[in-house]
């Protein structure tokens, strides 16, 4: 519950804030005002601040080991946002992206931030399969590799020198074919949860439309034929729920009115318990409301 005040809160200000960026931005446009630009320049600033930290918001509402990396990026956007506020105001020599020696930690937090993000988004994806897990895992390991010989390679010189010599002895191809799996376990990850989301919908879908319930409706009498779920009486409108408990095999297929003994889909022998024997001996739990 306290989560959700705080995400409401922050969503709040950052609508506020994009009001005021479209006021600014009307005025600059009709004043040419270089002040007004400036202001126009530090909200998109903020914004896009806000933004990745409400996106990081997600890893603090979860595990307590994703709480050091939420804080952390926090900490990096602050610095971003302060750095860029900065540049665009003058208003330090030393704390300005023309500084010297400020590409170093400015480059270091974009590439951390990017791959927070990046294994986050990655983590949200809910898969069912093992092999799908597999892939994504190893989409998450090289974005991890690759953020910190990035960074690494960034701020100290020594290793950068390491890792060219490194480099020299290694041939192009090998990491050719990593940045590949890197793109393709990515692109693989996505693909297959959209293909594991479809699947879970069309079996619901297709469940809800064979089973269908006769019944007299408890307020008027009348015979009707509900699907499962929400529906109405077409009569007097009584609101009735249906719910039924039918029987799923491993992979997640409905077993409705399966003739045969091996799942269609995953082509497992069912269990003698989930087998369907008879129309007749599924008793839904109606539940009426008016």
């Known amino acids: 519950m306290r989560n959700r005040v705080i995400a409401s809160v922050f969503n709040r200000f950052s609508l506020s804030v994009v009001a005021v960026m479209?006021?600014?931005?009307v005025y600059a446009i009709l004043a040419s005002s270089t002040m007004a630009w400036k202001a126009l320049g530090t909200m998109l600033v903020v914004i896009i601040g806000l933004f990745f930290a409400r996106l990081h918001f997600w890893l603090w509402t979860r595990a307590p080991w994703r709480k050091l990396f939420a804080a952390s990026s926090w900490l990096c956007n602050l610095f971003l946002v302060s750095v860029s506020i900065s540049s665009i105001w003058n208003w330090?020599?030393?704390?300005?992206?023309d500084a010297v020696g400020m590409?170093?930690?400015?480059?270091?937090?974009?590439v951390f931030i990017g791959a927070v993000t990046d294994c986050m988004l990655l983590l949200r994806l809910r898969f069912a399969k093992t092999l799908d897990r597999c892939i994504r895992?190893?989409?998450v390991g090289l974005a991890i590799v690759g953020a910190l010989l990035i960074m690494a390679a960034e701020v100290s010189q020594r290793f950068q020198d390491f890792f060219n010599a490194i480099w020299i002895v290694i041939p192009w191809q090998l990491g050719a074919i990593v940045g590949l799996?890197?793109?393709a376990s990515h692109a693989a990850s996505a693909i297959l949860a959209s293909i594991e989301k479809e699947k879970s919908s069309k079996l619901l879908e297709t469940f809800s439309e064979r089973m269908k319930v006769s019944m007299n409706c408890p307020r008027c009498g009348d015979l009707i034929k509900l699907t499962l779920g929400h529906s109405v009486c077409s009569n007097c409108k009584l609101a009735i729920h249906i719910e039924c408990d039918e029987p799923r095999c491993e992979c997640?297929?409905?077993?409705?009115?399966?003739?045969?003994v091996n799942c269609p889909e995953c082509g497992k022998e069912v269990v003698e318990k989930l087998r369907w024997k008879s129309a007749?001996?599924?008793?839904?739990?109606?539940?009426?409301?008016?």
């Open 22 to 25: 479209f006021g600014l931005g």
């Open 181 to 183: 799996i890197a793109v």
């Open 92 to 97: 330090s020599r030393w704390f300005n992206l």
């Open 280 to 290: 007749q001996q599924s008793s839904p739990s109606i539940t009426a409301a008016s």
């Open 252 to 260: 997640g297929y409905l077993l409705h009115k399966l003739t045969g």
């Open 137 to 139: 895992a190893v989409a």
């Open 103 to 110: 590409d170093k930690p400015v480059i270091c937090a974009l």
